[in-house]
Nanobody
Framework: VQLQASGGGLVQPGGSLRLSCAASGFRFSSYAMSWLRQAPGKGLETVADIMNDGRTAYVDSVKGRFTISRDNAKNTLYLQMNNLKPEDTAVHYC?????????WGHGTQVTVSS
């Protein structure tokens, strides 16, 4: 099982980034997928979820700015992040859950700074 997150980087406030998470080794389409983040000195926070039926949910701080999506044909999860703010600076992780099965990928750093 692998979850490979990519797309992080350094961006100015107001900028955009698109994170991707390539999955392999499990039935991606059956899993609920999430993006989580951990800012320096803070705990892990769930940013957005997408269920296997396409329903989505977001933490209030990113509503209207971030969009989570999935391409089951490509076994890939995405997070489009617009109007980024310094408080979005964090290591971002993708997560896959189906019942007792819970998989994590390595994080990708997002830094928002001028």
């Amino acid at each position: 099982v692998q979850l490979q997150a990519s797309g992080g980087g350094l961006v100015q406030p107001g900028g955009s980034l698109r994170l991707s998470c390539a999955a392999s080794g499990f039935r991606f389409s059956s899993y609920a997928m999430s993006w989580l983040r951990q800012a320096p000195g803070k705990g892990l926070e769930t940013v957005a979820d997408i269920m296997n039926d396409g329903r989505t949910a977001y933490v209030d701080s990113v509503k209207g700015r971030f969009t989570i999506s999935r391409d089951n044909a490509k076994n890939t999860l995405y997070l489009q992040m617009n109007n980024l703010k310094p408080e979005d600076t964090a290591v971002h992780y993708c997560n896959a859950v189906d019942g007792p099965y819970d998989y994590w990928g390595h994080g990708t750093q997002v830094t928002v700074s001028s």
